[in-house]
T-cell receptor, first 116, second 115 residues
Framework: AQTVTQSQPEMSVQEAETVTLSCTYDTSESNYYLFWYKQPPSRQMILVIR??????QNATENRFSVNFQKAAKSFSLKISDSQLGDTAMYFC?????????????FGKGITLSVRP | GAVVSQHPSRVICKSGTSVKIECRSL??????MFWYRQFPKQSLMLMAT?????????EQGVEKDKFLINHASLTLSTLTVTSAHPEDSSFYICSAWDTRGYEQYFGPGTRLTVT
């Protein structure tokens, strides 16, 4: 079974600064997907970024980028130029491909507060 | 991106009654939908996988007779909480697979309060 660990329950960052959220996972699979989801106070889950394990290049989406270290089983999210709207709970998730029944395994999440 | 809706967004019911929550994929067909439960400041806990035209697959520890799931069409899955009790009060979220982009899309969630 896969496990996803987010060891930091809370973080705070000043607006316009950069922050990195940590995530580690454990799996014996060689092919899988990793995700970061954002859940703002509205509680709507929003996909931030996705990384496919077979791709060596780190995924980037505007101000969001990941540092994917496959050997270390580490998948951190870097948020650059933090904005007040980035205040949310962030979840790291793992998925083993298996068609439409593929399940997401979530970490416990981290609450990020962006200070004005 | 694709849109998943949930109805109702909030529901209050009395202990002992049943309540139904709908999850719809609005602009795509979803053969598989997932139901999650989330307590405040906690992660999403997968309750069951809902497949169109077949019985749902429940996660270990989830009472299938209490949480009835029906996936009657390619765009609709329902979760019925039967004989609800205060401990069933929670935030319920559904998601649906959009195989076009190989991505899960989440509904906005339903807050259930059992009094």
């Amino acid at each position: 079974a896969q496990t996803v660990t987010q060891s930091q329950p809370e973080m705070s960052v000043q607006e316009a600064e950069t922050v990195t959220l940590s995530c580690t996972y454990d799996t014996s699979e060689s092919n899988y997907y990793l995700f970061w989801y954002k859940q703002p106070p509205s509680r709507q889950m929003i996909l931030v970024i996705r990384q496919e394990a077979y791709k060596q290049q780190n995924a980037t989406e505007n101000r969001f980028s990941v540092n994917f270290q496959k050997a270390a089983k580490s998948f951190s999210l870097k948020i650059s130029d933090s904005q007040l709207g980035d205040t949310a709970m962030y979840f790291c998730a793992f998925m083993k491909p298996g068609g439409t029944n593929s399940k997401l395994t979530f970490g416990k999440g981290i609450t990020l507060s962006v200070r004005p | 991106g694709a849109v998943v809706s949930q109805h109702p967004s909030r529901v209050i019911c009395k202990s002992g009654t049943s309540v139904k929550i709908e999850c719809r994929s609005l602009d795509f067909q979803a053969t598989t939908m997932f139901w999650y439960r989330q307590f405040p400041k906690q992660s999403l806990m997968l309750m069951a996988t809902s497949n169109e035209g077949s019985k749902a697959t429940y996660e270990q520890g989830v009472e299938k007779d209490k949480f009835l799931i029906n996936h009657a069409s390619l765009t609709l899955s329902t979760l019925t909480v039967t004989s609800a009790h205060p401990e069933d009060s929670s935030f319920y979220i559904c998601s649906a697979w959009d195989t076009r982009g190989y991505e899960q899309y989440f509904g906005p969630g339903t807050r259930l309060t059992v009094t």
